[in-house]
């Protein structure tokens, strides 16, 4: 498995901000994700986190709206752009361990945002 | 339809009960299949993975028919910490890539 760090835990923030969201994994890992999880809701997948190449946005989901870094193979992160309510959600990370099932993911502790 | 659908739940239980969730998915070429657990406020956690017809741990059960494109997580002897919410996961991606789905989770209540 994989143990997976994120931060912030939480954060308020103001409407038309942008907040970044970082992700550590422990070691290196073939791929990262990141979902959202709306109140109440299952998750939904933003995007795959690609390392050295642009992210691959699922639909729905744009890069000006939620930029995507991944500079190596341990590290990632996620900014929401010009917030607003709406975007008030849980947002993880996941990777998948580089042996064994690669298609397994494992899920950081999540990121809390409210936006006011 | 939804791409995985789940019994809504919630199933209020007795400790030592035996309970079964259902899951149907759409995609007939996906290959792998999870199960995780999710409590309340955390991350979802991995309990099972199925690649063939099933997989056992413990008092945990996942059995996977793909011509009826149906999964299921038996927990036997429920314990008052298995108390939490499910997740059906299917794997829809292909050739190294992958997408996970999830269902909306099945609420599980397991009472003294």
């Known amino acids: 498995s994989a143990v997976i760090s994120q931060k912030p835990s939480r954060d308020i923030c103001q409407r038309g901000t942008s907040l970044t969201i970082q992700c550590q994994v422990d070691?290196?890992?073939?791929?990262m994700f990141w979902y959202r999880q709306q109140p109440g809701q299952s998750l939904t997948l933003i995007a795959t986190?690609?390392?050295?190449?642009?992210?691959?946005?699922e639909s729905g989901f744009v890069i000006d709206k939620f930029p995507i870094s991944r500079p190596n193979l341990t590290f990632s992160t996620l900014t929401v752009s010009n917030m607003s309510p709406e975007d008030s959600s849980i947002y993880l990370c996941?990777?998948?361990?580089?042996?064994?099932?690669?298609?397994?993911?494992?899920f950081g502790p999540g990121t809390r945002l409210t936006v006011l | 339809r939804k791409e995985v659908e789940q019994d809504p739940g919630p199933f209020n239980v007795p400790e030592g009960a035996t309970v079964a969730f259902n899951c149907t998915y759409s995609?007939?070429?996906?290959?792998?299949f999870f199960w995780y657990r999710q409590d309340c406020r955390k991350e979802p956690k991995l309990l099972m993975s199925?690649?063939?017809s099933g997989n056992e741990d413990g008092r945990f059960t996942a059995q996977l028919n793909r011509a009826s494109q149906y999964i299921s997580l038996l927990i036997r002897d429920s314990k008052l910490s298995d108390s939490a919410t499910y997740l059906c996961?299917?794997?829809?991606?292909?050739?190294?890539?992958?997408?996970?789905?999830f269902g909306a989770g099945t609420r599980l209540a397991v009472h003294p």
């Open positions: 996941s990777a998948n361990p580089s042996a064994g099932a690669t298609d397994t993911q494992y």
């Open positions: 070691s290196q890992v073939t791929m």
């Open positions: 986190a690609n390392q050295g190449s642009e992210a691959t946005y």
């Open positions: 995609n007939s070429a996906s290959q792998s």
């Open positions: 199925v690649y063939s």
């Open positions: 996961v299917v794997n829809v991606g292909s050739g190294g890539y992958n997408k996970l789905i």
